[in-house]
């Protein structure tokens, strides 16, 4: 099955620096790649998602690459903000539609 | 986006109770729901896929005499714990897809079983 790998594990920045979370996948054949943010307690909220026919997107501070041949994709998070602080989730669809999760990147963004 | 709403939200029973929980997407049809469980400062692992109409499908060592899911109708689905013991307590999650890849989290139940 799908094996999604997530890094860094905790990623600390300081308020307007930007941010990068890297994750990779072992199936060739995912095609859509989500990104989660859940803050504690709650549910996890999609943020941005892209899929296997764009290398890029953006949506104003958020933007995610996707590498298909290397089989990696990114957040970046630019000009961060305290708010940003949170628990960031990378996915891939499975079979199914199911998502299978990265283990997770705790952001926090010090003023 | 679309809603899905979980109930109860916090459940605190003790062991060898049965605790039921309902997911149910409020502005459209789920074909697809899935079951997640999480437990502290770690990722979601997907328990199991249900269908409407049909028979789950569960992920390998989640026990489907355990953890019984129905997906009666479109927009609901139900997990119930059978049997809970205190290494169940985790906070539950679903999620509702309809045409799309894109999926719908509930809230999240709170289970902690005594």
């Known amino acids: 099955g799908e094996n999604v790998e997530q890094h860094p594990s905790t990623l600390s920045v300081q308020e307007g620096d930007s941010a990068v979370i890297k994750c990779t996948y072992s199936?060739?054949?995912?095609?859509?790649f989500p990104w989660y943010k859940q803050e504690l307690g709650k549910r996890p909220q999609l943020i941005i998602d892209i899929r296997s026919n764009v290398g890029e997107k953006k949506d104003q501070r958020i933007a995610v690459t996707l590498n298909k041949t290397a089989k990696h994709f990114s957040l970046h998070i630019t000009e961060t903000q305290p708010e940003d602080s949170a628990v960031y989730f990378c996915a891939a669809i499975g079979t199914g539609y199911a998502l299978n999760f990265g283990k997770g990147t705790s952001l926090l963004v010090t003023p | 986006g679309a809603v899905v709403s979980q109930h109860p939200s916090w459940v605190i029973c003790k062991s060898g109770t049965s605790v039921k929980i309902e997911c149910r997407s409020l502005d459209f049809q789920a074909t697809t729901m899935f079951w997640y469980r999480q437990f502290p400062k770690q990722s979601l692992m997907l328990m199991a896929t249900s269908n409407e109409g049909s028979k789950a499908t569960y992920e390998q060592g989640v026990e489907k005499d355990k953890f019984l899911i129905n997906h009666a109708s479109l927009t609901l689905s139900t997990l119930t714990v059978t049997s809970a013991h205190p290494e169940d307590s985790s906070f539950y999650i679903c999620?509702?897809?309809?045409?799309?890849?894109?999926?719908?989290f509930g809230p999240g139940t709170r289970l902690l079983v005594l």
């Open positions: 199936d060739s054949a995912s095609n859509y």
């Open positions: 999620s509702g897809t309809g045409t799309m890849e894109t999926q719908y």
